[in-house]
């Protein structure tokens, strides 16, 4: 037996090193989440400069971020955070919610998509199983809490996300890991096609858009990953809990019909849901049409 498969068939080491892992990889996702729309913008910017000729000495001047520069800081302060200030979630009740240097507050939010990084990862194995298989799952979940967070808070669904995510479930598929390759074929073209037929229709009869491209490229992925079996459930499920969201955040929290709501997130969260209960959501959706 190899070593992978003992470890797949030890559930004491599996789900605690799932758990550390998941916990590590919310830490990273919060850097994303909050430097790859700087990033966009920063790259965004040069090109228009570019485009319209502007000579380089009144370029806007501003220190290049990626993923990995400059070092998280105190954004009161400018304290460097030290590796013992940033274990996931125990460095933040150590702190008390504090900067260690300014004590400044420190937003919930990090700890939380930490947390929620790692609970909805052993939820991903405790469903699929342990496998090889859902061990590459975790990708897919990882990603779409990144691109949740980043539709909330930006109205972005960056490319540098989606078609990898896409090409990836195509390729796994292929390869035998991940489901059958004509229906993760099928579904990443369905999953475009259908709202991006949606897109259109909308912006014919109103003249406006109805949401971004971004969307599509989401909703191919997850029919990379899923299949397209699953994505009447998705688009269904993702526009029910939108259009709950929405109607409730008009009528408590006086929402204006012409402000944007991410619909992102609500593809991410029908995405997991059938993910999870792929195989129950299915028989439901077939009862329902009497199959």
């Known amino acids: 037996m190899s070593t992978l498969n003992v470890f797949l068939a030890t559930p004491w080491l599996l789900y605690p090193s799932v758990i550390l892992v998941s916990l590590c990889i919310g830490s990273f996702l919060n850097v994303v989440i909050l430097r790859l729309p700087k990033m966009m913008h920063q790259e965004w910017r040069c090109q228009c400069e570019t485009f319209l000729e502007i000579p380089e000495a009144q370029h806007k001047q501003e220190e290049r971020i990626t993923l990995s520069s400059p070092a998280s800081t105190c954004p009161s302060c400018g304290h460097k955070i030290r590796a013992w200030e940033n274990i996931p979630v125990i460095s933040y009740l150590i702190l008390r919610g504090k900067c260690g240097n300014c004590k400044t507050h420190i937003s919930a939010r990090y700890p939380v998509i930490e947390a929620v990084t790692a609970l909805f990862s052993v939820i991903t194995v405790a469903a699929g199983g342990p496998t090889e298989t859902t061990l590459l799952t975790l990708l897919l979940v990882w990603a779409l809490v ?30 035998g890991y991940s489901g059958d390759f004509n229906s ?17 229709l909308f912006k ?27 994505l009447p459930a998705i688009i269904l499920l993702s526009s029910v809990v939108g259009a709950v969201v929405g109607i409730s955040l008009m009528v408590f929290k006086k929402h204006g019909r012409e402000v944007p709501i991410p619909f992102g997130p609500y593809l991410a969260t029908a995405g997991l849901l059938c993910l999870w209960f792929g195989s129950e959501i299915q028989e439901f959706w077939y009862g329902l049409l009497g199959v």
């Open 146 to 175: 990144a691109l949740t967070v980043i539709d909330f808070d930006t109205q972005l669904l960056p490319d540098s996300i989606t078609l990898p995510l896409m090409w990836l479930g195509l390729l796994l598929s292929y390869f």
């Open 184 to 200: 993760a074929f099928l579904g990443a073209v369905f999953g475009y096609l259908s709202l991006w037929s949606v897109y259109w």
């Open 204 to 230: 014919l009869a109103t003249g406006k858009e109805g949401m971004g491209h971004g969307d599509f490229k989401l909703l191919a992925a997850l029919g990379a990953w899923l299949g397209w079996e699953l």
